[in-house]
């Protein structure tokens, strides 16, 4: 699911109306599909040197993501207690999912790499038992890969580019898909462990007012 928006835009007395444009919803719990960088992102034509001062009507719907209705009582439920631990007494964790779990040997294969990695016992009892109050994940909402990292094989590792704040990282998935986010933050508040998001609003996939043109 996505929304799509006829917009009428004044600049410099250009008119752009366009319902070709799919838009994410920002506040989507879930997204499914990728991103596939294409010229159909953006409502001008990407290489004419007019830039913005000109118009493309071309369907971007097939190379966006698309947002997934999931059960609001899952997704506003909270089970187990919550730790609220005072600044002063916090010592911080701050970890990458992947990074953390993808080489532990002490988690199932299928698991490394994933949030039910993250939320793992081997996980959690490490991190416990160096007396650590707050674990801060760096970013685990969706994010997709450039394009400039695309083309050399690569992929986005820290996840400082994103696109859905709401949305966990698909990336992350284990077996239980979004069910595995939820686990993970409850096996931490079970053993009285808060879970500190790296969230940074500056960094988003969008770019500029151009868009992110120069990942194309």
Known sequence: MGTAFTVLMTRKMVIVLTPNKLLIDPYARELVGDIHWNDAHFAYQLLHDDKDLTFDDQDSAPFTPKCRVIDPAEANREDGQRPSIPWSNAIIYETHVKGFTQLNSAIPEPLRGTFEGMGHKASVDYIKSLGITSVELLPVHWFPDDQHLLDKGLK????????????????????????????????????GVEVILDVVYNHTAEGNELGPHAVI
């Open 156 to 191: 986005n590792f820290w996840g400082y580019n994103s696109l859905g704040f709401f949305a966990p990282a698909t990336r992350y998935y284990g077996p239980k898909g979004i069910q595995g986010f939820r686990d993970m933050v409850r096996a931490f508040h079970d053993a």
